[in-house]
């Protein structure tokens, strides 16, 4: 994919679609961090490739980078003073995540690299992550002040109440990859780059090649027991960004006056 000036500094948001597989490539300068317009951008690409009867399966995936998604990013923390502001930036989130939990496509995960903070419910949403080794997990919320609210219900779906709480409360500790894989979020989890690849290729191509409508079918028996999330997803935000003006987490953000990510 051509990336211009302007993108590689600011980030963006692709998608190409090649045999019946639609990539959608995220990056952003930042440790592969979502600001609010990169959101947009992703659940756009997300809701046209649940229309599209050409696509039959997603695959969704970060530019290279050490760090496979850093979340949300901090830069436009520190600029939120209001509420409005606030539950907007956390919806983008919401409105990600729900977009993958409504799509008629299977989605595939490429996580190469660490996942942090919001990042983890993008694996979460999807319907099979496939992982290279180094590809540690840490949500550090909860230390900010503030809390993994909006994607708590796709990672306790993914993983169980206990492992989510084991993340969300030790919001300091990273945990590997090997720990991800056997807590369920990881499906797959490769010693070498070759190994992922041939993964996601061999199972991308497989679905590509099956009925639509049974793919469509099975992705819709996966979520059953979700159709609450279009309001519970909205309140969490809202309640995220109610904290996130609140002292606590507001004397932390005063301690940055540079580029930081979570």
Not at 48 to 71: E, M, P, T, W
Not at 95 to 113: E, F, P
């Amino acid at each position: 994919m051509i990336v211009d000036e302007k993108e590689a500094k600011e980030g963006f948001v692709k998608s190409e679609v090649h045999n019946h597989i639609s990539t959608i490539l995220f990056y952003h300068p930042k440790g592969n961090a979502l600001p609010t317009k990169l959101l947009k951008k992703l659940k756009e690409e997300i809701d046209h490739a649940s229309h599209d009867d050409n696509i039959k399966v997603i695959l969704l995936r970060s530019v290279q980078h050490d760090v496979f998604c850093s979340g949300a990013y901090f830069n436009e923390l520190l600029e939120i003073k209001d509420p409005q502001e606030a539950q907007k930036f956390f919806m983008g989130f919401a409105q990600v995540v729900n977009s993958m939990r409504k799509c008629a496509k299977l989605i595939v995960a490429r996580v190469h690299g660490k996942v942090v903070g919001g990042g983890l419910g993008l694996v979460a949403a999807a319907d099979y992550a496939i992982a290279l080794e180094g590809a540690d997990v840490r949500l550090s919320e909860l230390s900010i002040g503030i809390g993994p609210y909006v994607i708590a219900p796709a990672m306790i779906r993914k993983m169980g109440v206990s492992s989510f709480s084991q993340l969300a409360i030790d919001a300091h500790l990273w945990r590997n990859s090997d720990w991800a894989r056997r807590k369920g979020l990881y499906a797959e989890l490769h010693p070498n780059k070759a190994s992922m690849e041939e993964s996601i290729e061999r199972l991308t191509s497989s679905l590509a090649k099956n009925s639509l409508a049974a793919n469509t079918n099975l992705k819709r028996m996966l979520w059953e027991g979700t159709d609450d999330w279009d309001a519970l997803l909205p309140e969490r935000a809202a309640k995220t960004a109610e904290l996130l003006l609140q002292d606590q987490a507001q004397q932390f953000l005063a301690q940055f006056n540079k580029s930081v990510i979570f």
